[in-house]
């Protein structure tokens, strides 16, 4: 028999659970290391076993048995079928599980479940719709470098393609590039080697300087309005006839929310809870039979 749900947000940087009585009050929560599924499905089950756990001590009680809980699990890696298969092959004894990814499981947290769309803009980028007809669709997350427009990853990328070109004497040299060769290099091998070694996460890192930079540095204030411009299509794309709410999370997202256009703040509102009170959702309506 079910006694407790767990709801668990995992990506590439933590894992977080919620833990629910099955009666739906939450009683504790608990983090862990990163569980996105492109870090190994042994990994993942490792982190999401062990905010699990913390979620139980948290709540003042002893570890349950898996087969007392069903986890609802939002994962970043989990729209790959592959991954999601194995992950659901590679279950440690949940008695139900229901896995979807973690865009998904922020959408429903964002509108408790109803129908809204979200704009999810941090590391990297991804758009979510769910409409009244039960019908969804996932927009954009085509991943690092190729896509994720508007994220922190792809403005680290461009501030490192203008501090190329500012060393290259092909661009003025302001202060987002002489940042960039700070903290990548300065000389050409030692920027070169920068970026040989980095990934998505190494570029993301660059994002503050962007806005830290947008006042004296007129790239760095390009750049940022090119960023909201993608969000705004992004937004544009999941709801054109714009009657659904519309929630904005990440870092990013949270920063450039408020330069969106007047039609669009309009439609804005409030996150009502997080992805991993999503999850939740999630598994709630598995045990229920519903899609």
């Known amino acids: 028999m079910v006694e407790f749900l767990v709801g668990v947000d995992g ?3 933590g894992t977080r659970a919620l833990l629910a009585r099955r009666d739906g009050a939450v009683i504790g929560d608990g983090q862990a290391g990163p569980s996105g599924l492109s870090r190994g499905i042994a990994q993942a089950w490792d ?8 979620a139980f001590e948290s709540a003042g009680l002893r570890p349950a048995e898996w087969s007392a809980c069903a986890l609802g699990a939002g994962l970043a890696g989990a729209s790959h079928r592959p991954w999601h298969d194995a992950f659901v092959a590679a279950n440690i004894g949940f008695a139900q599980l229901a896995l979807d990814h973690d865009s998904y499981t922020m959408l429903l947290g964002a509108h408790g479940g109803q129908p809204g769309a979200i704009v999810a803009a941090g590391t990297g980028s991804v758009g979510e719709v ?5 019908s969804r669709r996932t927009l954009g997350g085509w991943g ?4 994720d427009e508007g994220s922190g ?3 680290g990328w ?3 393609r203008h501090a190329q070109a500012a060393l290259d004497g092909r661009a003025p040299a302001g202060p987002l590039a002489r940042h960039v060769w700070q903290v990548c290099g300065g000389d050409h091998g030692a920027l070169l080697e920068w970026c040989r070694g980095a990934g998505q996460f190494e570029y993301a890192q660059l994002a503050p ?14 750049l940022l309005a090119t960023a909201v411009h993608e969000l705004e299509a992004l937004a544009l794309a999941l709801d ?6 519309l929630a904005v999370s990440g870092s990013v997202g949270r920063r450039l929310a408020p330069r969106f256009s007047a039609a669009l703040r309009r439609r804005c509102v409030e996150l009502a809870q997080g992805a991993d009170a999503g999850a939740l959702i999630l598994i709630r309506r598995a045990l229920e039979g519903q899609p």
């Open 144 to 147: 690092f470098p190729i896509g």
């Open 158 to 160: 461009h501030a490192v």
């Open 153 to 155: 990853a792809w403005l």
């Open 209 to 222: 300087a962007v806005f830290g930079a947008e006042g004296d540095d007129a790239h760095a204030a390009a």
């Open 47 to 54: 982190a999401i076993a062990t905010a699990t756990r913390r």
């Open 240 to 245: 054109p006839e714009g009657g659904l709410p």
């Open 130 to 134: 769910l409409r009244a007809d039960g």
């Open 11 to 13: 990506g590439g940087s």
